[in-house]
């Protein structure tokens, strides 16, 4: 059992009977998909500061600045819930200097750890999560969609390798599920030249490995969620998309997107219940 595993299980029993909020990933991530950005990069920070070796701090960090920047920019709402089409737009952002560099800061201090110990397990969990993070702020802000896809590819590799020696660590199962959804989105020319460089577009395995993750995994399970309610409106299926966003939204009450979509997709799903 890795230290990590050993945090994740214990560390619920020590908030509980100390009275406090222990310093876990876990809460870190709970902050920032609750949009309290201040307090997630707290935590993480404290994270690191007591595990001084550990890369998954720094990364989660990373993440939480580009949350932050999502959040800002409204890209969650303009690029995944989208009612066409298209699964990334070319309109363009103006992206914050500061958060980019600190971001890129987080990024680099975690890769410098992790080639302290390159076959650690959490050193190459690290490296999916800094490579799909940045695939992400490629592809959603910086709009530069072939390096963005390169990433997104060499994360799956990544991802697969590390799964092949433990297919519990069910947080890199987005990776796979990620890729496979969204170029399976693509039309069958674009899927097929794809492929040809290697990439995987098989929206079957992208939807399995997107809700091994929303099931089981830790950090990324409610993004994985994310993922399925977005697949459920492409699907016209306004009914399980309500059931993700309505358990999303009460366990990140301070995150207005989920209610957003919420109200949204009222009419839809009169309109489909009553073509049933």
Known sequence: MTRLTVVLIFAPFAAASSGYAEVTLENGYSQMYNL?????HGTFQEWERLHASDPLGPVSDAAAFLFEELDRLHVLQSEFFVH??????????????????RFENALEASRELSSRKPDDENSQFAAILRTGLHSDY??????????SLQEMKAGRMMAEKLLAK????YDAWIAVGVENYMLSLKRAP????????????????????????AEKGHFLAPFAQLMLAVAALRDSDPNRAREILSVLAREYPHNP??????????????VHDAAQ
């Open 138 to 147: 490629m592809a959603l802000i910086a709009k530069r969609y072939v390096a």
């Open 84 to 101: 066409d089409q298209h699964w990334i737009t070319d309109h363009k952002l103006e992206p914050d200097a500061g958060l980019k560099l």
């Open 257 to 270: 997107l989920y209610r957003q979509e919420l109200a949204r997709l009222s009419p839809a799903i009169a």
């Open 190 to 213: 674009v899927r097929w030249i794809l492929q040809l460089g290697g990439a995987q577009t098989d929206r079957g395995i992208g939807i399995e490995k997107l809700k091994l993750a």
């Open 166 to 169: 433990d297919p519990n660590l």
């Open 36 to 40: 309290q950005f201040e307090e997630a």
